[in-house]
């Protein structure tokens, strides 16, 4: 079973969720944190040990003795990163998306498969027992999707085994490919102004990849009711409600997660994975 937790928003508290939930459920649980721009699961969940890999994508190597000058390669790349000109052929691989297509419309075959590192993957257990994944994205680099994909490849497909996806935040690229595939969404939110706005914006995105939701409000007690009477109108469970608590905020800002500190909120969470469970067989 695949959980992600998501938010249109970043600071909503996604990571906590995930983690207290976790630790909540603690047998055969694996956290995928996709933030690989600023991963953080492991500032809660410190890793015993830790194994540690490069994620590489794939970039064109050219073999300038065998190029005509055709230019079908810098005609056909869709972020213009080669320049074709009579002296030689100039590359920028920051800004190459890997399609391969310049090596598929070369006709003297000068371009060849080569690679390059886009940042790592760390991989281990923690001493609660549950496995972490994550991917860090090298600082300088701009396409963060390849080392989210890399992180999802590690996912676990063993029965009985629940994969808890952290997400990055927003709606774009990276929360896509992190939340797709999986069988529920939960979507952390605040009940203020801009966490309804956000809110709307991940619920639209994540009905569009047909995946059913609820939503976590963290931080409730403050701002509005706003979120709630949006949920009520679209029918969109409210499954939990963690208060604006400054015990709360004081465990995280030590690297504390709060279900260790206070137990009862273990069972609140394991009530949210069968009600997510129900969520998934209807
Ligand atoms: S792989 Fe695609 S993006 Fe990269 S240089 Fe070739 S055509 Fe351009």
Redesign the pocket.
Known sequence: MKIAIASGKGGTGKTSVAVNLALSLRDSVQILDCDADEPNVHTLLPLTQDQIQPVFT???EFDETKCTRSKN?SA???????FVSDQGIT?FPE?????????L?CPSQA?QEGQRQLGVLHQGMTAPGIEVVYGELDVGEPFVVPVIKAVKDQAKNSEGTVVLVDCPPGVSCPMVESVHGVDYCLLVTEPTPFGLHDLRLAVDTVRQLNIPIGVIVNRAGIGDQQVFTYCASEDIPILLEIPHSREIAELFSEGIPFTQRMPDWQSKFRELFQVIQEGIRK
Not at 76 to 82: L, R, S
Not at 95 to 103: F, K, L
């Open positions: 794939m970039v064109p390669c056909f790349c869709p972020t213009h990163a080669i590359f800004i190459c998306i890997g399609c391969g297509g310049c090596i419309s371009i």
